[in-house]
């Protein structure tokens, strides 16, 4: 059974597993939130030499962690309503943890910022200004163009966090929790249209190595 969160801060995981291995032997799952790019993040982690896994949002936590994954993504998907556990993933697990699109946005949520309907929906190419490259920009430019929709988005930062990144159409179009591994992308590194994304998703890799070592 899991836990109730309701006694639980955001910022104290409940959570911790960790057996270090090296970079070959990285396991990063994908929470999947029903998002239509979900299996493109799973392949797209696969094609970078790491064990990935598709699972489902309703997993009780106890379950994932009994796999001892090194870090998850959290997918896009339409809505949520079909978040599934998400939100009790991201107050309990202590584990590098990178949202996607509605995985970003569920991510503010879960530490009270608001989610709203954007002006801008449908999925577009968009060039973002990189305001702090901090460990999941490392290596990539001021500015890079990336694929992403705005139907709905981050609409004031959390208190916890900080903007990495910003573009014409959205204030907050990354973010990084102040303290812990967790970061929120509005946009799909996942897709070729980002030009970067790979080098996105290998910084994420990364971080899971180095939060793993640190342990």
Request: some cysteine.
């Amino acid at each position: 059974m899991i836990p109730s969160i309701a006694l639980l801060s955001p910022s104290e995981p409940l959570y911790s597993v960790w057996n270090y291995k090296f970079a070959d032997m990285m396991k990063i799952f994908v929470i999947n939130n029903y998002g239509q790019f979900c299996h493109l993040i799973h392949r797209a982690l696969r094609d970078l030499d790491v064990e990935s896994q598709l699972v489902q949002n309703t997993t009780p936590v106890d379950e994932i962690l009994a796999k001892e994954p090194d870090g998850l993504v959290l997918s896009g998907g339409p809505s949520m309503e079909r978040i599934g556990l998400c939100e009790t993933y991201v107050r309990e697990i202590d584990l590098p943890i990178l949202g996607i699109c509605l995985g970003h946005q569920l991510i503010a949520k879960t530490f009270g910022a608001p989610v709203i309907s954007g002006e801008h929906g449908g999925y577009a190419e968009v060039e973002i200004e990189i305001l702090d490259e901090d460990d999941i920009f490392r290596g990539l430019g001021a500015k890079e163009i990336v694929w992403a929709s705005h139907a709905d988005e981050v609409a004031t930062l959390p208190d916890e966090f900080i903007r990495l990144a910003r573009s014409a159409i959205s204030e907050i179009e990354a973010m990084k929790h102040k303290t812990r591994p967790l970061y929120g992308l509005q946009f799909h590194p996942e897709v070729s249209h980002t030009k970067r994304g790979n080098e996105i998703l290998l910084n994420f890799i990364r971080i899971c190595e180095e939060y793993g070592a640190k342990a």
